[in-house]
């Protein structure tokens, strides 16, 4: 059963970085990319990147903060988070594209595996 497990959450006072990481059980993907989703709300993008065309892509709120990136080697995904603001705080999801495309995405449905989340919460 293909697998991805998510890591590196946790509490951290606004301005602070945390460094989540994702390990999928899967031989490839194609793009793998994180969601978040705060208390209340629905799920959003946060960044994604292509395993094969090397793009990445930001939602707006975390652009120049995150910094999304991936070991080929071994299927693994990073999200390198500074200067974290109380509104970064939700639970964070990864997700892999297994369905062959030279892009990334940003839309949920083009996800077909997901992690089970893991915390992230600032404090201000």
């Known amino acids: 059963q293909v697998q991805l497990v998510e890591s590196g959450g946790g509490l951290v006072q606004a301005g602070g970085s945390l460094r989540l990481s994702c390990v999928a059980s899967?031989?490839?993907?194609?793009?793998m990319g994180w969601f978040r989703q705060a208390p209340g709300k629905e799920r959003e993008f946060v960044a994604a990147?292509?395993?094969?065309?090397?793009?990445?892509g930001y939602a707006d709120a975390v652009k120049g903060r995150f910094t999304i990136s991936r070991d080929s080697t071994k299927i693994t995904v990073y999200l390198q988070m500074n200067s974290l603001k109380a509104e970064d705080t939700a639970v964070y999801y990864c997700?892999?594209?297994?369905?062959?495309?030279?892009?990334?995405?940003?839309?949920?449905?083009?996800?077909?595996?997901w992690g089970r989340g893991t915390q992230v919460t600032v404090s201000s």
């Open positions: 990147t292509s395993w094969s065309g090397g793009t990445s």
């Open positions: 899967i031989r490839t993907v194609s793009a």
């Open positions: 997700a892999a594209r297994a369905i062959f495309s030279s892009e990334y995405s940003s839309k949920e449905y083009d996800y077909t595996i």
